[in-house]
């Protein structure tokens, strides 16, 4: 099955970035996207944002449309989430997913493969 690995995770101030990157293995599908969700403790998973990866059209929640990017490295199969202006609302779990679809999801139950997750904490 595809495995996903995540990276990049840890703790910044306020206005800080961070940059995660998930890295994709095993038998991985020529048409797909690959999203960021984040769940903080006691509220539902949330969708970040996604790319799909043939033409790398990128999608993101209104909440980090200026401040996220989600690209692609096709030759490494991962995909990163530079975080800028943090703020300590965006504390959370990102998880990293996979979707064997055409088309992107904001839903968690579309989405196939998942990361470890990687803890990110940004502090006042």
């Known amino acids: 099955q595809v495995q996903l690995i995540e990276s990049g995770g840890g703790l910044v101030q306020a206005g800080g970035s961070l940059r995660l990157s998930c890295a994709a293995s095993?038998?991985?599908?020529?048409?797909?996207?690959m999203g960021w969700f984040r769940q903080a403790p006691e509220k539902e998973r949330e969708f970040v944002a996604a790319?799909?990866?043939?033409?790398?059209?990128?999608y993101y929640t209104d909440s980090v449309k200026a401040r996220f990017t989600i690209s692609r490295d096709n030759a490494k199969n991962t995909v990163y989430l530079q975080m800028n202006s943090l703020k300590p609302e965006d504390t959370a779990v990102y998880y990293c997913?996979?979707?064997?679809?055409?088309?992107?999801?904001?839903?968690?139950?579309?989405?196939?493969?998942w990361g470890q997750g990687t803890q990110v904490t940004v502090s006042s």
């Open positions: 095993g038998p991985i599908p020529s048409s797909y996207i």
């Open positions: 790319i799909t990866w043939s033409s790398g059209i990128t």
């Open positions: 997913a996979l979707d064997w679809s055409r088309r992107v999801s904001y839903s968690p139950t579309a989405y196939e493969s």
